[in-house]
C-alpha cells in the first residue's frame, strides 16, 4: 500500500498535469486565432516585418559555434576560403563569425536592427553588412530601386546562403522565386545554400476553428484596411518566429528548376539545399 504522502503529492501532480493540458489548449486555441486574424488583417510587407520584430524581441541565446547539420554542409558545399560569400538573415553573425574565422570575406545582411554590433564584430574588416530583408534584397538587384541593400546589387560572389530556416519567413511564392532569381544573378556560377523548415508533401493539416474564427475577423479588417495577401493552409505563426510557410521537397526542386539549377537536399536534423547551377 502507498504511502499518505505519496498519495497526497500524487493528486497533487494529477491536478497540475490537468491545469497544464488547459493551458495548453488556451495557449495553441490564442496563438492559431492570432495566426487568423493577422494573416488576414495584414499585406505581405507587414507580415514580414512582424515575423522580424516578434524574432528579435524573442532574444534568443546567441549560439557562437555551427550547428552539427551546418559543419559537413559548409565544408563540403562552399567553395575554399578564401572565397567571397553573401549571407542573408545572419542574425548576430553566428555563421558569419564561424566563415570569417576560415578565411572566408562575408558581406551579410539581417532584417534585425538590433543585431547590428554583433553582426558587424563577426563580418570584420573583410566584408560590409547592412540591415534589409530579403524582400529588399529582390527590389535592389531584380527591380533596381534603391533598397539598404542596394551596395551589394553590383557585386558579384562565390556563393550565397540564406542562412538558418530563413527562406520558411518568405511565405509569398512570387517573392521565394524573385529571391532565388536575385541570388542566381549574384553568384551565377556559385551555389545557393538555403536552409528553412520542412514539410511534408501531404495535404494540409485540417484546419483549427481558433484559425477560422480568428480569420473571418481578420478578413474584415483586412477589407477595412485595404490589405490583401497569400494566405496557405501549410502556413504557421509562432509567437517567437512570427510567420511561417514550411517548404515540402518538390516545392524547393521546382524553384531550383526556375532558376535553371539542380538541387540537393539535405533531410537531417534541419532541412537545407544547395542549389548549383545546370551543367
Ligand atoms: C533562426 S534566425 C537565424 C539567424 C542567424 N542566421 C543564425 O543562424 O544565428 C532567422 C533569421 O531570419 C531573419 N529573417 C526573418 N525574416 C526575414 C526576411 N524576410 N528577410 C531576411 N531575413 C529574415 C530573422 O531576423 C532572423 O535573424
Known amino acids: 500500500m502507498f504511502s499518505p504522502g505519496y498519495r497526497l503529492l500524487r493528486r497533487v501532480i494529477g491536478t497540475y498535469a490537468a491545469l497544464d493540458r488547459s493551458v495548453l489548449r488556451v495557449h495553441t486555441a490564442l496563438e492559431e486565432a492570432a495566426h487568423g486574424v493577422l494573416s488576414r488583417a495584414l499585406d505581405a510587407r507587414e507580415r514580414s516585418d512582424l515575423s522580424v520584430y516578434l524574432g528579435a524581441r524573442a532574444n534568443p541565446t546567441v549560439r557562437s559555434t555551427l550547428f552539427s547539420w551546418e559543419l559537413p554542409w559548409f565544408q563540403s558545399d562552399l567553395p575554399p576560403p578564401p572565397a567571397r560569400l553573401l549571407l542573408g538573415a545572419a542574425g548576430s553573425g553566428r555563421e558569419a563569425a564561424w566563415l570569417t574565422a576560415r578565411g572566408y570575406a562575408v558581406d551579410a545582411f539581417e532584417p534585425a536592427r538590433s543585431c547590428e554590433p554583433r553582426l558587424a564584430s563577426a563580418v570584420g574588416s573583410l566584408g560590409r553588412c547592412a540591415f534589409g530583408s530579403y524582400e529588399d534584397l529582390v527590389l535592389s538587384v531584380l527591380t533596381v530601386e534603391a533598397s539598404p541593400l542596394s551596395h551589394f546589387a553590383s557585386e558579384r560572389y562565390d556563393a550565397v546562403i540564406l542562412g538558418w530556416g530563413s527562406l520558411t519567413h518568405v511565405i509569398d511564392p512570387d517573392m521565394r522565386r524573385n529571391l ?29 476553428r481558433a484559425r477560422a474564427a480568428g480569420a473571418a475577423v481578420g478578413g474584415w479588417l483586412g477589407r477595412l484596411r ?7 493552409p501549410h502556413d504557421g505563426f509562432r509567437t517567437h518566429s512570427g510567420f511561417t510557410r514550411p517548404l515540402a521537397r518538390s516545392e524547393l526542386e521546382a524553384l531550383a528548376a526556375d532558376v535553371g539549377r539542380t538541387c540537393a537536399w539535405y533531410a537531417d536534423a534541419y532541412p537545407h539545399v544547395t542549389l548549383r547551377r545546370r551543367p
Do not use: N, T
Open 226 to 232: 485595404g490589405r490583401s495577401a497569400s494566405v496557405s
Open 180 to 208: 532565388l532569381q536575385a541570388a542566381d544573378r549574384l553568384s551565377p556560377h556559385g551555389p545557393i545554400l538555403a536552409s528553412f523548415w520542412a514539410r511534408d508533401e501531404g495535404p494540409p493539416p485540417p484546419p483549427r
